[in-house]
């Protein structure tokens, strides 16, 4: 009894359960509801409309595919289609809900021992507390696997941080952030949970986004940052394990970038059935067909693959180059996807009031973070050849 939905063209959502469509549905009136009428007006001024926060809660949403830790439905196919939901409304958004729930639930939830898991995992579920993920540095981003710059050293109960960190999505409200610093004595990654209020951590907004505008990035600094032992996370040996985490979220990363395209072309198709050029709608204009044609064709190929990806990943079959492929065709395509949705729209697909020029903007984010397009292909590379193209 799905209302008809006009991206999803092989009717994939026919395929979830019942409960499944409930959740997806639900996502989709909440994100129609409360973002839609704001997700401009935030974006424009680059502020984080904290007032949905509560609201998002009630929803139920977080840590969905976490065993023991989600409300019912535990899947990663459900987290992968709430990803798509939020995204096809608002990308800012939907990266707003995954680095909480993806990379900051998820490095804990990887990672963290029981204790931990008991202490943050309940309170992130409910959006208590929000949670950042602070990996990348201002000289450092594809390279962090061998280069991080952000140092850890054991004095005693403790641990100092010392470092700085670019791009941290939530880290200017989030109250735990966790950092991935190298070790001065092993040279190994090690994980944390730094606390909001650190006296030794400092998060300052990043100004003058041209896309997730939505997104408080922040750039980090920390000097002397004490934190516990207890607050390191304890099953995280290397960046092997921060490579577990990203698997899993990247894999979401995908299904965003099928929303931000779904989001895009929906809202195109509905301009050019209602616009009308020499008497008659665009929309039965020959070559703006083919470019919807070439939209839905991209937009179908993207659901099918994720909705593969998903159940590998729920079969617990995932490997880092299946959720690199996903990543890096569907980043591509939604690119493709977007444009196309731009140009059948002329000058008001420029204009943020019509929607599609914030898609457009938000592309070129997914495309870059979790892994750029040269990254994942260089780790599909290395599986399909036996060859790293990494090192010199
Ligand atoms: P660089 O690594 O400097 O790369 C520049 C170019 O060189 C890219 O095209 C890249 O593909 C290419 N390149 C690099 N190495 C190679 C190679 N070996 N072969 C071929 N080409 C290569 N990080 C976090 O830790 N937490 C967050 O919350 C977070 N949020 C983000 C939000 C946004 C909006 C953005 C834009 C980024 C975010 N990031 C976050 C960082 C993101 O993951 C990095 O931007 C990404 O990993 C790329 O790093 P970089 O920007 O430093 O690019």
Redesign the pocket.
Known sequence: NLPPIDGDFYNLSLKLTERQREIQLKVRHFMEKEVKPIANEYWNKAEFPFEIIPKMAELDICGIAYEGIGPDEQSFLMEGIIAMELARVDVSIS?FFG?HSG?AMGSIYVCGSEEQKQEWLPKMQRMEKIG?????EPDV???VAGGLGTTCRQEGDEWVLNGQ?K???NATFADVIIIWARDEESDRVKGFLVRKGNPGFKAEKMEN?M??RT?Q?ALITMKDCRVPESDRLQKCESFKDTAQVLKMTRAAVAWQAVGCARGAYESALKYTKKREQFGRPIASFQLIQNHLVEMVSNLTAMQTLCFRLSELQDEDLLTDEHASLAKVFCSMRTRDVVSRAREVMGGNGILLEHDVARFVADAE?IY????????NS?IVGRAITGYS??VS
Not at 132 to 136: D, S
């Open positions: 990266t680095v990379l950042a993920f602070g990996l990348t981003g594809s390279a960190k791009w941290i999505g986004k896309a997730l997104v990035n984010a870059s973070y979790e892994g750029t397009k040269e990254i260089l193209a990494f």
